[in-house]
């Protein structure tokens, strides 16, 4: 009988996850009574509305700022992509405070509360009289005059949105790997089914909004335009909502950005300390056992960037966290530090990125868009072309590159990361030439038919700019960030993307600037048609070029780590190599 009872309760502790992962009550998970597919399941419908509302602000913003707000090319675009820029920088700050603080579920309940506002605000910008700007027909946006009031209100809502945005972007594709215990086979298989179906809802979201709502905005209004992703949100958030009882959760542990600092002050303070002989006598005092309920792994101590090893050498008086930091914690600020270069060469490709919402949106807006004799293609569906090339390119890559690559390479990923990245951008500049040669085209046109101070349509098909739009979604690129960084890591180089953009708006005020003759005869006019487009983006091409030298060189000293990984107790004596 005791035997029976005693079996019981091991059968019953067996139930429990091992991953550290806490009910709503903050008790222990039963593995059988919340998360998984269970929980999963509002969290992807959640997704595919939430994008959905997003995408329905973003590919049509720049000719709501031109048409409406009547804002110059250069000064839309820039506006388009400073916000763009902020709507990727505001993970980080969503992403500390979920880590250091509030934990995920509640940083992501009231950044959705300030994410809804911002919708609605919006949405009444667009649609009272009071708010919205006065129409104007003029081909010269300088002739339009719109009030600074109705242009607060309106990018007050935009930069809200933003907010709200960088505290649920990070923390709901986490919450949902939370849903998962990595120590249960099973549940780790599902959690890669759980991401596949994640980046469907993401695909889903955004091309219903790029073709059924960018149409609605363009053929019916803004009004009614906004207040359907207005009401996806709204949704989304209440489906979220009605999991709460079933979640995981995993209790905030501490920034890693915290911890990122911590070693940094640590191994300056005892720069002077000199290193152990042997790497063993270097602090280390928490087992597998810890990093395991995190979901991250022990890593072992490398021969790269040694200077930082300070931080986990013990002295007399270093019981602080900011003088003494552990091996693993060491590690891990290594590899961020490491990917810096790369991090840097990616930005020029971002810039390239920021003109999909931007000018290659402008340049449509001018050509013949009609499919069929009575349907026009919005120029904000234009992206749809991105994400198809995006999607294609993604499932091509998988299914056939790889296998096939990875027999002479013998890599699993088929080629390194570098290797892919540089791929990428090659294939920017290429992508640059075509757009500067389809403008061209497109101007010769302009001026066969005098059409260059005329409001007209340019008799040349809109999908002439096709494979640059595809290609561009070939293009966007896979990064990786190290193991352990959390919600963060989703978010590092999603900083490459806010900067790029920034550098976006610098680059299209300097270059609008310096290419006028007399306060005349820019490259980038407000009206494309008196423009050289064509001359900009033979420019970018050229940054391309130097970016990508750039690259090839930082390539050459980039060392991948090979560490060794200890991920439970009993495998500690069977070292896995792991290739960053």
């Known amino acids: ?30 593995r059988s009574k919340g998360g998984r597919w269970s929980a999963c399941y509002f969290i992807v419908v959640y997704e595919v509305f939430e994008r959905l509302a997003y995408f329905g602000v973003a590919p049509n913003l720049v000719l709501y700022l031109t048409n409406k707000l009547h804002q110059g090319t250069v000064k839309a675009s820039n506006n388009v ?54 129409p104007c027909e003029s081909l010269n946006a300088e002739d339009c005059k719109t009030g600074g009031f109705h242009v607060v209100i309106f990018f007050l809502a935009l930069y809200t949105i933003a907010l709200g945005a960088g505290g649920t972007k990070p923390n709901i594709s986490t919450l949902g790997a939370d849903q998962f215990d990595v120590h249960c086979p099973k549940e780790r298989f599902h959690k890669l089914s759980f991401f596949n179906w994640w980046t469907f809802s993401i695909f889903f979201g955004n091309l219903f909004s790029s073709t059924v709502l960018v149409y609605i905005q363009d053929n019916v209004g803004f009004s009614v335009g906004y207040t359907i992703p207005t009401v996806a949100l709204a949704f989304s958030i209440g489906v979220f909502l009605l999991g709460t009882p079933i979640y995981r959760h995993k209790p905030p542990s501490g920034s890693p950005i915290t911890t990122i600092g911590r070693v940094l002050v640590a191994a300056m303070r005892k720069w002077k300390v000199p290193l152990p002989d042997d790497p063993n006598e270097l602090y280390e005092e928490l087992e597998p056992e810890h990093y395991s309920k ?16 300070k931080a986990a050498v013990r002295t007399t008086n270093s019981n602080s966290p900011w003088l003494l930091c552990s091996v693993t914690e060491v590690e891990e600020t290594k590899k961020i530090i490491k990917l810096l270069p790369v991090f840097i060469a990616t930005i020029i490709p971002s810039v390239m990125m920021a003109q999909i919402l931007t000018l290659f949106v402008k340049q449509g807006s001018t050509m013949d868009r009609k499919m069929g004799s009575h349907f026009q293609i919005p120029p904000g569906s234009l992206s749809t072309f991105f994400t198809l090339g995006t999607l294609i390119s993604v499932s091509l890559y998988d299914k056939c590159f790889v296998p096939l690559i990875k027999r002479r390479t013998e890599n699993p990923r088929g080629i390194t990361m570098l290797q892919r990245i540089g791929i990428g951008q090659t294939l920017h500049i290429v992508i640059m030439i075509i757009a500067a040669m389809v403008e061209r085209w497109r101007l010769s046109v302009v001026r066969s038919h005098d059409l260059v101070h005329r409001k007209t349509t340019v008799p040349l098909s809109v999908f002439a700019l096709l494979p640059q739009f595809a290609l561009m979604g070939v293009a966007e690129m896979l ?83 090979k560490e060794i990984v200890e991920v439970k107790e009993e495998e500690k004596n069977k070292p896995t190599n792991v290739s960053l």
């Open 1 to 30: 009988m005791a035997d029976a009872e005693t079996g019981g309760r091991g059968r019953e502790e067996e139930d429990y996850t091992e991953d550290g992962t806490v009910d709503f009550k903050g008790r222990p998970c039963l």
């Open 479 to 561: 990064v990786e960030a190290p193991e352990g960084m959390k919600s963060v890591g989703a978010s590092f180089f999603s900083t490459s993307i806010g900067l790029g953009n920034f550098i976006s708006s610098f680059l299209l005020t300097t270059v609008e600037k310096a290419t006028r003759k007399e306060g005349k005869g820019g490259w980038i006019e407000n009206n494309l048609n008196a423009s050289h487009l064509d001359y900009y983006y033979g420019f970018l091409a050229g940054l391309c070029v130097i970016n990508l030298v750039l690259f090839l060189l930082i390539s050459k000293l980039y060392v991948y780590n």
């Open 81 to 134: 992509t400073n916000w763009y820029g902020t709507i990727q920088m505001t993970p980080i700050l969503g992403a500390y405070i979920a880590d250091a603080h509030l934990g995920r579920y509640w940083t992501f309940i009231f950044s959705s509360a300030i994410y809804l506002s911002g919708m609605a605000f919006l949405t009444l910008s667009v649609t009272l009289p009071s708010l919205k700007p006065p």
């Open 294 to 309: 995190q979901g991250n792994c022990r890593v072992n101590h490398s021969t790269l960037l040694v200077f930082f090893d």
